[in-house]
């Protein structure tokens, strides 16, 4: 039976199926349309993708970016940025909109679940099918990526590689078009999010297995599946990645994920553990968290009893693929999982995150079909049968209600970490997000209390400190500032954050020449850095105060070098000339403003001005015109 046969079958004997999980997911995940941009949102919600439709080509051009304001991008993602992009086009800015459409695409991965299912297990498994489709509907561990708009890529790469199954199955039916379409679809699934790496086994598998095709069709698959991992690495090469700022490097490897500087052996141990927890996660899926990372997960030796644990508990999966090795989808299950683990255990290649729940959103399906198995088989036995689907109501009940009230968790920034943090007490990340966001909400009190919390885990940290500090300034409570960021600088010396929130302070509280020093050394230490840039402008605000022209426009035309078109620092430099005496480079300067700020009636009224005091009435008259087109003349202040 081909899968157009299968696929009119079912849509005429079944469509209540797809009523019914489109409810189930519905009921599940429906209150996250009154969810806010939260955590990571801003990843894929962004100045670029709020261009709309003209943003695209650039998308596809351009790494796809974690932190703007930080200069910082990795990786290739253009089709979950693009879908932001045709959003913005067509609705704006809209939180509810893009919640909307993240359940629609889960609700379409739940429906093709269950034909999936059907095709590769058979008509006869249809009941198989549905208890599978059903436990991935509701099963907590996917409220992150659901809930998130940013994981709005593990959703896209999921349903786009669905979408080349339907493909190959066209192929096997004899259609060799089918292949092409398959390997295209994987490859916008790629360009989701890199996270198919097992289907290149599994898919292959799964069609000589279940579909018994031949060596040639399972190779012609597995070529088609492959082609997309040539690609994306050859388009990645020929983008020009980002400068990534050399502290996020450094705080990504230790607080995301702290088994990125050790090697294969080291580990060994603390994958194990991983597997393990995420075994616990699949069948009890509580506590869930935004964030697993230094002091969440233990990184472990070869000596501990933990791993010992977690190695019995990763034996048992080796044991039940022997003992299923003669019941296919039990075994395919088992091994769709277990791979995935595998995968994202960080023993062959270290995660983004030590763990996390969104890398278990394809491997769950396996777990899923697994206890569908157990539910099937236990239906052909009088004594086990109604306590089977006894269970199984329970279970849908209980992950039903735990997804409604992860959901709520998601609302925003405030509630997802005010939720987390009590299962993260001993998290200096965990403690860190949660001050910083209750600060952002000028809960003062609370948030200093989270920030001396993640003090006192990592007291060897320099940002709490600054942190802390930037808490105090924000509150004029400046000799409490000064004394946090002079902790921070104990700490680290050469740190340019540090050092100009030094200088800030010093200049507020009055004590220039301390301000001098940091504005000074904050420079010295990265003249391209944001906070070198502001150094800059205070260091000319100060010579210009003194009289010393010379000087300041020394020091300005050399941060011109790093940043030709700051306005700010070219306001300073085109005002020393004018205090200098020296209308003419003043001219050239506000000239050189013009082109970034073409409408600036006050920058057009100086530059009249200006000329008609050197007698240039031609470009005085120019100039002149111009600042009527944009509404006449102005009053000066």
């Given at each position: 039976?081909?899968?157009?046969?299968?696929?009119?079958?079912?849509?005429?004997?079944?469509?209540?199926?797809?009523?019914?999980?489109?409810?189930?997911?519905?009921?599940?995940?429906?209150?996250?349309?009154?969810?806010?941009?939260?955590?990571?949102?801003?990843?894929?919600?962004?100045?670029?993708?709020?261009?709309?439709?003209?943003?695209?080509?650039?998308?596809?051009?351009?790494?796809?970016?974690?932190?703007?304001?930080?200069?910082?991008?990795?990786?290739?993602?253009?089709?979950?940025?693009?879908?932001?992009?045709?959003?913005?086009?067509?609705?704006?800015?809209?939180?509810?909109?893009?919640?909307?459409?993240?359940?629609?695409?889960?609700?379409?991965?739940?429906?093709?679940?269950?034909?999936?299912?059907?095709?590769?297990?058979?008509?006869?498994?249809?009941?198989?099918?549905?208890?599978?489709?059903?436990?991935?509907?509701?099963?907590?561990?996917?409220?992150?990526?659901?809930?998130?708009?940013?994981?709005?890529?593990?959703?896209?790469?999921?349903?786009?590689?669905?979408?080349?199954?339907?493909?190959?199955?066209?192929?096997?039916?004899?259609?060799?078009?089918?292949?092409?379409?398959?390997?295209?679809?994987?490859?916008?699934?790629?360009?989701?999010?890199?996270?198919?790496?097992?289907?290149?086994?599994?898919?292959?598998?799964?069609?000589?297995?279940?579909?018994?095709?031949?060596?040639?069709?399972?190779?012609?698959?597995?070529?088609?599946?492959?082609?997309?991992?040539?690609?994306?690495?050859?388009?990645?090469?020929?983008?020009?990645?980002?400068?990534?700022?050399?502290?996020?490097?450094?705080?990504?490897?230790?607080?995301?994920?702290?088994?990125?500087?050790?090697?294969?052996?080291?580990?060994?141990?603390?994958?194990?553990?991983?597997?393990?927890?995420?075994?616990?996660?699949?069948?009890?899926?509580?506590?869930?968290?935004?964030?697993?990372?230094?002091?969440?997960?233990?990184?472990?030796?070869?000596?501990?009893?933990?791993?010992?644990?977690?190695?019995?508990?990763?034996?048992?999966?080796?044991?039940?693929?022997?003992?299923?090795?003669?019941?296919?989808?039990?075994?395919?299950?088992?091994?769709?999982?277990?791979?995935?683990?595998?995968?994202?255990?960080?023993?062959?290649?270290?995660?983004?995150?030590?763990?996390?729940?969104?890398?278990?959103?394809?491997?769950?399906?396996?777990?899923?079909?697994?206890?569908?198995?157990?539910?099937?088989?236990?239906?052909?036995?009088?004594?086990?049968?109604?306590?089977?689907?006894?269970?199984?109501?329970?279970?849908?009940?209980?992950?039903?209600?735990?997804?409604?009230?992860?959901?709520?968790?998601?609302?925003?920034?405030?509630?997802?970490?005010?939720?987390?943090?009590?299962?993260?007490?001993?998290?200096?990340?965990?403690?860190?997000?949660?001050?910083?966001?209750?600060?952002?909400?000028?809960?003062?009190?609370?948030?200093?209390?989270?920030?001396?919390?993640?003090?006192?885990?990592?007291?060897?940290?320099?940002?709490?400190?600054?942190?802390?500090?930037?808490?105090?300034?924000?509150?004029?409570?400046?000799?409490?500032?000064?004394?946090?960021?002079?902790?921070?600088?104990?700490?680290?010396?050469?740190?340019?954050?540090?050092?100009?929130?030094?200088?800030?302070?010093?200049?507020?509280?009055?004590?220039?020449?301390?301000?001098?020093?940091?504005?000074?050394?904050?420079?010295?230490?990265?003249?391209?850095?944001?906070?070198?840039?502001?150094?800059?402008?205070?260091?000319?605000?100060?010579?210009?105060?003194?009289?010393?022209?010379?000087?300041?426009?020394?020091?300005l035309t050399t941060a011109l070098k790093q940043q030709p078109n700051n306005i700010?620092?070219?306001?300073?430099?085109?005002?020393?000339?004018?205090?200098?005496?020296?209308?003419?480079?003043?001219?050239?300067?506000?000239?050189?403003?013009?082109?970034?700020?073409?409408?600036?009636?006050?920058?057009?009224?100086?530059?009249?001005?200006?000329?008609?005091?050197?007698?240039?009435?031609?470009?005085?008259?120019?100039?002149?015109?111009?600042?009527?087109?944009?509404?006449?003349?102005?009053?000066?202040?």
């Amino acid at each position: 039976m081909n899968i157009a046969n299968i696929m009119n079958q079912l849509s005429a004997k079944n469509s209540w199926v797809v009523i019914f999980l489109l409810a189930v997911v519905f009921l599940s995940y429906g209150n996250t349309l009154w969810n806010d941009y939260t955590l990571d949102d801003d990843m894929v919600v962004n100045e670029q993708t709020e261009q709309g439709f003209s943003a695209i080509p650039q998308i596809f051009s351009s790494k796809y970016i974690v932190r703007q304001k930080q200069a910082s991008s990795y990786g290739y993602r253009p089709v979950v940025l693009s879908s932001f992009a045709v959003e913005a086009a067509l609705v704006g800015k809209n939180a509810a909109f893009s919640h909307a459409i993240n359940v629609a695409l889960f609700s379409l991965l739940a429906i093709g679940v269950y034909f999936g299912g059907i095709y590769f297990f058979g008509v006869e498994h249809r009941l198989l099918a549905l208890v599978a489709s059903l436990l991935f509907a509701i099963h907590p561990l996917h409220t992150e990526v659901v809930a998130s708009l940013k994981s709005r890529d593990e959703l896209l790469a999921m349903l786009l590689s669905g979408l080349a199954v339907g493909g190959f199955a066209r192929f096997v039916a004899g259609s060799w078009w089918g292949l092409l379409l398959g390997s295209c679809l994987f490859l916008l699934a790629c360009l989701s999010k890199p996270t198919a790496i097992p289907l290149l086994f599994l898919l292959p598998f799964a069609f000589y297995w279940f579909k018994k095709t031949d060596i040639k069709q399972t190779f012609s698959i597995a070529g088609a599946l492959l082609l997309p991992f040539v690609v994306v690495p050859l388009i990645t090469k020929s983008i020009e990645q980002s400068q990534t700022n050399v502290l996020n490097k450094r705080l990504y490897s230790f607080f995301e994920n702290p088994m990125q500087d050790l090697s294969f052996l080291e580990r060994i141990p603390t994958g194990v553990y991983c597997i393990a927890k995420y075994l616990a996660l699949h069948l009890v899926p509580h506590p869930l968290l935004s964030y697993y990372g230094y002091n969440q997960i233990p990184v472990l030796g070869w000596a501990s009893v933990n791993f010992w644990i977690a190695l019995a508990v990763a034996a048992l999966l080796l044991a039940a693929m022997v003992l299923l090795r003669k019941q296919r989808i039990a075994l395919f299950a088992l091994l769709w999982w277990s791979i995935n683990l595998l995968t994202y255990s960080n023993i062959f290649k270290v995660a983004p995150g030590i763990i996390a729940e969104r890398l278990l959103f394809m491997g769950s399906l396996g777990f899923c079909i697994l206890l569908a198995v157990g539910w099937e088989r236990s239906q052909k036995m009088a004594r086990y049968a109604n306590w089977a689907s006894l269970l199984l109501v329970f279970i849908s009940i209980a992950f039903i209600a735990k997804t409604i009230d992860r959901n709520t968790a998601w609302k925003n920034d405030l509630s997802l970490f005010a939720t987390d943090i009590a299962y993260q007490d001993a998290s200096f990340k965990g403690n860190m997000l949660y001050a910083g966001t209750l600060a952002a909400q000028k809960q003062y009190p609370l948030a200093e209390q989270y920030y001396r919390r993640a003090i006192q885990i990592l007291p060897q940290y320099n940002i709490a400190w600054n942190n802390l500090g930037y808490m105090y300034a924000q509150q004029n409570h400046y000799e409490d500032a000064w004394l946090a960021y002079k902790q921070a600088y104990r700490i680290d010396t050469n740190a340019v954050e540090t050092n100009f929130n030094l200088a800030d302070v010093a200049q507020k509280i009055g004590q220039k020449d301390t301000a001098l020093y940091y504005y000074q050394k904050t420079i010295a230490i990265d003249a391209q850095s944001p906070q070198a840039q502001k150094a800059y402008l205070a260091l000319s605000d100060w010579l210009l105060q003194k009289e010393r022209y010379g000087a300041a426009q020394e020091l300005l035309t050399t941060a011109l070098k790093q940043q030709p078109n700051n306005i700010e620092l070219l306001e300073n430099l085109a005002q020393s000339y004018l205090l200098d005496q020296n209308m003419l480079s003043a001219i050239a300067i506000w000239e050189q403003m013009l082109p970034l700020l073409p409408q600036n009636k006050i920058l057009l009224y100086k530059l009249q001005k200006a000329n008609e005091s050197m007698g240039n009435n031609e470009k005085a008259q120019y100039y002149g015109q111009k600042l009527q087109e944009l509404g006449g003349m102005i009053q000066r202040q």
